[in-house]
């Protein structure tokens, strides 16, 4: 978000004043729906944000949960979503597991309701780099992101790094990194994770459990402050 964007409220994260929810601050963009979801504006089909504005009298958000194949990302998004997930899982040609046997390769769709104001939509990308092509087209109307990670794939951390890589091109919006299957989060791991994947003391490395509604809640709070915290940023630029 550049400085001088409108600023949402964002006060259930937080008990502080905010300015006023500007509607076109943070939702998700109609053609993106459409585009998503096969529908066009106005439709009924997918243009979501009008119909949470409809239901809700709010806003909605957008968040895309990204990373390598296999990390967990349909789990995390099924795990949350007050709603059956829409999700473009296709069985593996090559390179299918026990634990692995189908991927996504479009996006997954899910709805997690914060309050009467704010639901978030989330969107999960395909890790797979043949489907790069729909990082940028989910990526449109993003306020954030997760980055999630496999721990028990430690060499999954260099894909990580070169979809972080992308993403951050992509657009300067707030993220956080999300280690899947991890307890906890020794220094040394910590020092090693931020190396490889390039990022500073001030984005948060979060383990989680992406089978848990409670770890996930955790993962895109974290992720809701940030994106908080980078809206007053922008506020006192303006």
């Not at 972080?164 to 020794?186: G, I, Q, W």
Request: glycine residues 8%.
């Amino acid at each position: 978000m550049t400085a001088g964007s409108p600023v949402p409220d964002l006060s259930w994260a937080r008990p502080r004043s905010r300015p006023p929810w500007n509607p076109s601050s943070g939702a998700i963009p109609t053609s993106t729906a459409a585009s998503c979801c096969g529908s066009s504006p106005g439709s009924g089909g997918c243009d979501v944000s009008a119909r949470t504005r409809r239901r809700h009298g709010g806003q909605a958000v957008k968040v895309v949960v990204t990373g390598p194949f296999g990390a967990g990302k349909t789990t995390l998004i099924r795990t949350i979503s007050e709603i059956t997930v829409l999700s473009t899982e296709r069985s593996l040609s090559e390179g299918a597991t026990a634990e692995k046997a189908e991927t996504t390769v479009a996006m997954d769709f899910g709805r997690i309701t914060i309050d009467r104001d704010l639901v978030l939509y989330l969107f999960g990308t395909p890790g797979q780099q043949r489907f790069d092509f729909m990082w940028e087209i989910l990526g449109e109307g993003m306020l954030g992101y997760v980055v999630l990670v496999d721990a028990a794939r430690p060499e999954s951390l260099g894909e990580a790094a070169a979809i972080l890589d992308s993403f951050r091109r992509m657009a300067s919006v707030p993220y956080v990194v999300a280690l899947n299957r991890a307890t906890d989060l020794d220094a040394t791991s910590d020092a090693r994770i931020r190396a490889i994947l390039d990022i500073g003391p001030q984005i948060a490395v979060i383990p989680c459990d992406a089978t848990d509604k409670e770890s996930v809640k955790g993962v895109l709070l974290s992720l809701l402050y940030a994106v908080l915290e980078d809206l007053e940023t922008a506020a006192v630029r303006a």
